[in-house]
């Protein structure tokens, strides 16, 4: 393999393009897209679409070559209408998909690029650092410190340390310790490697596992699925009662059957998954001008439901602008030997680099000459801290770097920092040095701790046991400043219903300073030792009292949005780190940010270009927008077009004749459908935007029972004008109803999309104009050759 004989320069595009073109794209499951014409006549499986046609069918059969004519053309200009919107829908809602999707670091040309993931062919050189989702399976000839989670593959959860060494095929994952697998994550470290498998050739893709599996349907699929089926059975139910009435009546049965099939039609919702798709195609649309790209069309509802938001202050309430400001000894005094010790540790550090590294290194120069790496006991979650064993000639030195209360726990001195004397630890001391720690975090600061401890010369490794009778340096002083637009975010949010809870590994007095610095009221505090002695009854109540969680691990935070969940809440997540994957997946919808770790955004449902909260809050309108427009067409359905439907099945028992013919039924619906295409990009209410909205079928129901006989009365009032004042001619009774119907049905329009006065709430312009088009049609069509 090229790549294998020289790693430092990968493949050429050249050679990439044809490997791709034989192996074929990196996915596990193959897109199989069908020509536009077989999605076309896909369509026509919808059976009442089907049972239209066969009425056409036998129409032309009897010799009414015109009943079937208009029949079928009504059927397949709807079909042909409902594709086309649909189908451009999917089109958009794909290429915001491939934005959002990953990306791969591979050496080509000898140089480092990006690449979709899905280009990744065998024989690439990968290059893996903290964060990032291994996109194909590969063999490692270079590895620092490299610490996978391969628990997709083996269900342990427990990090994996890989290095150059066992691999090939016949090896199970937990035995190949010199291959990394597509699917599993980058916890720490970094390392190089050669691609030998792709796709569903891959681990993952044999045992016939998606890295992202099907999400299961949310409140509003759910919702609108069980709408849509009910529906169905009332139009089933009055088919069959419409047939054998005007059967037993005497009345043509091929007459009968086509205007019972017609009615069925007209009640039946077939837009909505139409009207769906266009409004949430229309949405990410409208979004991803907003910097906003949606991985999950659905998760725009719930944007829309979302009542509460958990978020790490970082980056959102804060610039993410981390700058070391304070670097003190245990007596409080500035400290070139504590700033010494944090640059060589971090200097150092191969593991997974936080801003406060970035922060540290960027202070400024430090002299560490002739110290080099020995070993490193990288970062993680549950230890909080990180360990470099170092060495200059004879001498080995182990420095400790991480959560002040962590630091401490471990140390057995303290060092003065004038002198340099080292004497034991006692508990004044540890109560002097907790006080000084608590008075930097009310200061704001956040805070790390520093520790050291001599090491015998022959040491050549550092494990986790060493990180003990450690010598307490000193206090690393951070500070990150609130962010100037957070305080408006924060304020639109509680304006909009959306509660903004913090969910943060800090402690919790530098929480409690920035929420004062953005003018926001503490409502209650719990850190991570509290939150470890509740259970899950006792966090339920506790959950609703508090909007601040301090010194949480990633396990905690999940507990959080769990409990929320379970008090009923549509919980958003914000995070963008590799420990925030879990907590993206627990939420009802997962929000993260252009530049997290691929972990974190191959987790989360919506993406944002930009992290801030002023996004979070368009989306979350957006989102209540989305939903208020399928809502409309569901309320339309459930109003005027089932009143309208139930009137005429019910005439056609007291009437000598079918009170409106088949076709005159079909394009009555027709008609109504084409006004009602543009509510996708109607206005909504400002009032429906300040509060979020939950799928609920029994308000849905109530409204139908409410409003459905309103609409049928006008239809009783026509009738009996048409039967009384006209003196009810069948063709005059036809033409009637049928103008009063669509016209009733398209105008009600106006009456129903808003909840305050119609007068007062514009429609679209296009609503507004397809509308009032298909009324003049309505009024028109009489006197054309068409009512012949």
Not at 93 to 114: F, K, M, Q, Y
Not at 125 to 152: I, K, M, S, Y
Request: aromatic content about 6%; glycine content about 8%; overall charge neutral.
């Amino acid at each position: 393999m090229p790549s294998k004989e020289r790693p430092s320069v990968g493949l050429s595009s050249a050679r990439a393009a044809e490997l791709l073109e034989l192996h074929g794209p990196n996915r596990i499951a193959p897109t199989r897209r069908r020509h536009v014409f077989v999605e076309l006549l896909a369509r026509f499986r919808n059976p009442l679409v089907l049972l239209l046609l066969a009425a056409s069918g036998v129409s032309a059969l009897t010799g009414d070559f015109e009943s079937s004519t208009i029949v079928a053309l009504i059927a397949v200009m709807s079909v042909t209408l409902d594709f086309f919107q649909e189908h451009r829908a999917g089109r958009a809602a794909e290429a915001l998909r491939r934005r959002a999707g990953l990306r791969a670091t591979v050496l080509r040309d000898g140089a480092a690029r990006e690449v979709p993931t899905e280009e990744v062919v065998p024989g690439d050189v990968v290059l893996l650092t903290a964060g990032d989702l291994v996109p194909a399976d590969a063999e490692l000839f270079e590895a620092r410190d490299l610490f996978v989670n391969q628990a997709l593959l083996t269900g342990e959860s427990f990090p994996v340390e890989k290095r150059p060494g066992p691999a090939g095929e016949q090896l199970e994952p937990e035995e190949a310790l010199g291959v990394v697998f597509m699917g599993t994550s980058i916890l720490s470290g970094s390392g190089r490697a050669v691609v030998t498998r792709t796709g569903a050739r891959t681990a993952i893709g044999k045992i016939g596992l998606g890295l992202t599996r099907r999400a299961p349907p949310r409140a509003f699929e759910l919702g609108t699925r069980a709408f849509g089926l009910l529906l169905l059975r009332i139009a089933t139910l009055m088919v069959l009662f419409v047939i054998m009435v005007n059967i037993a009546r005497g009345r043509p049965t091929l007459e009968s059957f086509l205007f019972a099939i017609a009615l069925a039609v007209g009640l039946t919702p077939e837009l909505l998954p139409m009207i769906v798709s266009v409004t949430l195609a229309r949405g990410a649309q409208r979004m991803a001008t907003r910097r906003v790209l949606v991985k999950r069309l659905a998760a725009i509802h719930d944007l829309g439901s979302m009542d509460v938001l958990c978020t790490d202050k970082t980056g959102t309430l804060t610039e993410a602008r981390i700058r070391l400001e304070q670097h003190l000894d245990p007596q409080g005094r500035d400290s070139e030997r504590v700033l010494w010790l944090a640059y060589l540790n971090s200097r150092f550090e191969t593991g997974l680099h936080s801003p406060l590294d970035e922060a540290i290194l960027a202070h400024g120069e430090v002299d560490v000459g002739g110290w080099e790496k020995v070993d490193e006991v990288p970062f993680d979650f549950e230890r909080r801290r990180v360990s470099l064993l170092a060495a200059k000639g004879e001498e080995r030195l182990l420095v400790v770097k991480g959560a002040f209360e962590e630091i401490l726990r471990f140390s057995s001195q303290v060092e003065d920092g004038e002198s340099g004397e080292v004497r034991p630890l006692d508990e004044a001391s540890r109560r002097k040095l907790n006080e000084r720690f608590e008075a930097l975090g009310r200061e704001g600061f956040r805070v790390l701790g520093l520790a050291w401890k001599r090491e015998d010369p022959r040491v050549e490794h550092a494990v986790v046991s060493d990180e003990a009778l450690l010598v307490f340096a000193g206090f690393a002083a951070f500070q990150d400043p609130p962010k100037e637009s957070a305080k408006q975010a924060l304020q639109s949010l509680e304006e909009a219903g959306v509660s903004v809870v913090v969910l943060t590994g800090d402690n919790e007095l530098v929480a409690q300073h920035l929420f004062a610095q953005l003018g926001r009221p503490v409502k209650g505090v719990v850190v991570g030792r509290e939150l470890e002695k509740l259970d899950d009854q006792a966090l339920l109540a506790r959950v609703e009292e508090v909007d601040l969680f301090c010194r949480l691990s990633p396990n905690q935070k999940t507990r959080v949005i769990l409990a929320l969940k379970k008090r009923g809440h549509v919980v958003g997540y914000l995070g963008d780190g590799i420990n925030d994957a879990p907590s993206l997946h627990a939420a009802d919808v997962g929000l993260s940010v252009g530049s997290a770790a691929d972990v974190a955004k191959e987790a989360a449902d919506v993406i944002l270009l930009e992290q801030d909260l002023r996004v979070v809050v368009d989306a979350v309108l957006e989102g209540r927008c989305t939903f208020g427009n399928v809502l409309k067409y569901l309320m339309m359905g459930t109003s005027s077009n089932f009143g309208n439907m139930f009137s005429m099945a019910g005439a056609s028992l007291f009437l000598p004749f079918l009170p409106m013919l088949p076709m005159q039924v079909l394009l009555n619906n027709f008609l109504y459908d084409l006004s009602e295409l543009p509510i996708p990009a109607d206005r909504v209410d400002d009032d429906f935007l300040r509060r979020p909205h939950r799928w609920d079928n029994r308000f849905i129901r109530r409204f139908m029972i409410a409003v459905g006989p309103i609409s049928s009365a006008f239809d009783v009032a026509t009738f009996l004008i048409l039967l009384h004042v006209f003196g009810g001619e069948e063709r005059l009774f036809h033409t009637g109803w049928f103008v009063e119907s669509l016209a009733t049905q398209v105008l009600v329009i106006f009456v129903i999309r808003t909840r305050g006065n119609p007068l007062r709430a514009r429609p679209g312009r296009l609503l507004a104009a397809t509308s009032l088009a298909v009324v003049a049609l309505a009024v028109a069509l009489p006197f054309t050759p068409l009512a012949a």
